[in-house]
């Protein structure tokens, strides 16, 4: 089974800009499609953004639309989400996922593999 590791979370300003690396290990991911994930506190885990397995198709929550883009390297086993003009409401802790299937889907079941998480804070 594969293993998601996140990085590049941190404490940032409102209008500021962090990338998000998700590295897989243990399994290639490139047949997989990809999806970030975040759950702030009392709220349920949402999906913020989804890749297919070759990246021609992306889902993104209407909130982040314009801001946030979601890539990967296949060739690197290595997910990656650009997040800009980050808001307040941003803050939540991001979660990595492989999809069990190649296609853009964004239901929490349909992902077999999650990350650990990576907390981003956005400060007003």
């Known amino acids: 089974q594969v293993q998601l590791v996140e990085s590049g979370g941190g404490l940032v300003q409102a209008g500021g800009s962090l990338r998000l690396s998700c590295a897989a290990s243990g399994s290639t991911i490139s047949s997989n499609a990809m999806g970030w994930f975040r759950q702030a506190p009392g709220k349920e885990r949402e999906p913020v953004a989804v890749?297919?397995?070759?990246?021609?198709?992306?889902y993104y929550t209407d909130s982040v639309k314009g801001r946030f883009t979601i890539s990967r390297d296949n060739a690197k086993n290595t997910v990656y989400l650009q997040m800009n003009s980050l808001r307040p409401e941003d803050t939540a802790v991001y979660y990595c996922?492989?999809?069990?299937?190649?296609?853009?889907?964004?239901?929490?079941?349909?992902?077999?593999?999650w990350g650990q998480g990576t907390q981003v804070t956005v400060s007003s």
């Open positions: 890749i297919s397995w070759r990246g021609g198709s992306t």
């Open positions: 996922a492989a999809h069990r299937r190649k296609v853009v889907t964004i239901m929490s079941t349909d992902f077999g593999s």
